[in-house]
């Protein structure tokens, strides 16, 4: 591992102040934030990550979950992923943020990981993490590996020439059916960036993962007022604890006198980022509460795909996993 400056950040201001010397917030940024470190102090021992400076940001004041006066909740960015699992609000009004949390990595990873640090975990593709591979996430122009070699774990919904990495996170999933939004301060101020907008599609461009300028800060996560009064994470994966998605499913649905009036819902382990459409949720809204509805989404959830050599099986199980997640939530 490289060596690097280490500094303590006292204040959100000081963060902001030691990050924005860095040319980019991207991957090879020069400066990084130090949350709980399960991701960035894996990938700095891989060389994938190989900061000038770590500013640890775990000392400043935003560890903090509190309910907002419309009914929503505000989530520190430093609220550690098992504080936010168990969290009484949390478990009562947004059991899905709850599920699909405690369906990630073990409970040691959860008591260090943190929100901020969850919204921006790095795709688990293994030329990824290999420097040895040509990867144009990791270098810009060099190729991707996983085109023609093990893709099984990647993805089939928005991806590109370039890349085709899936975006690992179950929480996030859970967030873009919630409909949250994330906050950052910057040099340039402070901004709100709804969670569709924040994860970007790699395009050109697979390097750039996300809406941050160089400097910005996550200081909290906000969630609307709980809205469906049917919700469920259902996460598919090859072993039962400690793997990452193949499908998974966050859906939350209104149901009355029989008919879904609400749905929204998103899908992960299959796309490029947390994968919500709309097209899905109109083909739920204003259906009678049946299969059939469900499998008229599901076909609607994977339009579009694009398959590797290896990961076409994703189709089918992400329609199995959206059809059986509704029909769990909805017979609760
Ligand atoms: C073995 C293992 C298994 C896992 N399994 C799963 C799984 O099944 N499902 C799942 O969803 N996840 C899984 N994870 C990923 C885990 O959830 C993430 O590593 C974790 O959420 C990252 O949070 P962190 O606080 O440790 O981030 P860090 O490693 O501290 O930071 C990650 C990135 O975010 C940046 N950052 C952190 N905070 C801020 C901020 N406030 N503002 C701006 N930038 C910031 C950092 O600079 C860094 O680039 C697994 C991880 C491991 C190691
Ligand atoms: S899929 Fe993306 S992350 Fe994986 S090798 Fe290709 S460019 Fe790199």
């Not at 940024?29 to 891989?46: C, E, I, P, Q, Y």
């Not at 775990?58 to 520190?76: C, F, M, Q, S, T």
């Not at 122009?141 to 023609?148: D, N, T, Y």
């Not at 993962?209 to 996460?235: C, F, M, Q, R």
Request: hydrophobic share 40%; proline share 6%.
């Amino acid at each position: 591992m490289k060596t690097f400056d280490f500094i303590r950040a006292a204040d959100p201001a000081a963060a902001v102040a030691a990050q924005t010397d860095s040319p980019t917030a991207q991957q090879g940024a020069s400066v990084r934030f130090l949350a709980g470190g399960t991701t960035l102090v894996d990938l700095m021992k891989l060389n994938v990550e190989a900061p000038d400076r770590v500013v640890d940001i775990n000392r400043l004041p935003l560890d903090a979950v509190e309910r907002l006066p419309d009914g929503g909740l505000k989530i520190g960015a430093t609220v550690r992923n098992s504080a936010l699992a168990q969290h009484p609000i949390v478990r009562q009004d947004y059991p899905v943020l709850s599920q699909a949390i405690l369906s990630g990595a073990s409970a040691q990873v959860r008591n260090r990981a943190t929100t901020a640090g969850n919204l921006l975990q790095r795709t688990r593709c293994v030329y990824f993490r290999d420097t040895a591979m040509p990867c144009n996430k990791r270098e810009p122009g060099s190729g991707c590996a996983a085109l023609e070699g093990h893709n099984r774990n990647l993805a089939i919904l928005g991806t590109s020439e370039q890349c085709i990495a899936t975006n690992p996170s179950d929480m996030c999933v859970a967030m873009a059916a919630l409909e949250a939004t994330i906050h950052v301060t910057g040099p340039k101020g402070g901004r709100s960036i709804p969670i569709a907008d924040f994860h970007l599609l790699p395009g050109e461009t697979p390097q750039k993962e996300n809406a941050l300028e160089p400097g910005d800060l996550i200081t909290h996560v906000t969630l609307p007022p709980p809205a469906g009064n049917k919700s469920l994470y259902l996460k598919l994966r090859d072993r039962t604890s400690f793997e990452f998605a193949l499908a998974s499913a966050a859906v939350v649905v209104s149901v009355a006198n029989g008919k879904i009036t609400r749905a929204r819902v998103a899908l992960g382990g299959v796309g490029v980022k947390p994968w919500r459409t709309r097209e899905i949720e109109a083909a739920l809204e204003g259906q009678a509460v049946d299969e059939q509805a469900f499998r008229r989404a599901a076909e609607a959830a994977v339009q579009g795909a694009r398959p590797q050599h290896e990961n076409a099986f994703k189709v089918e199980l992400a329609k199995r996993c959206l059809v059986h997640a509704l029909k769990l939530a909805t017979t609760a």
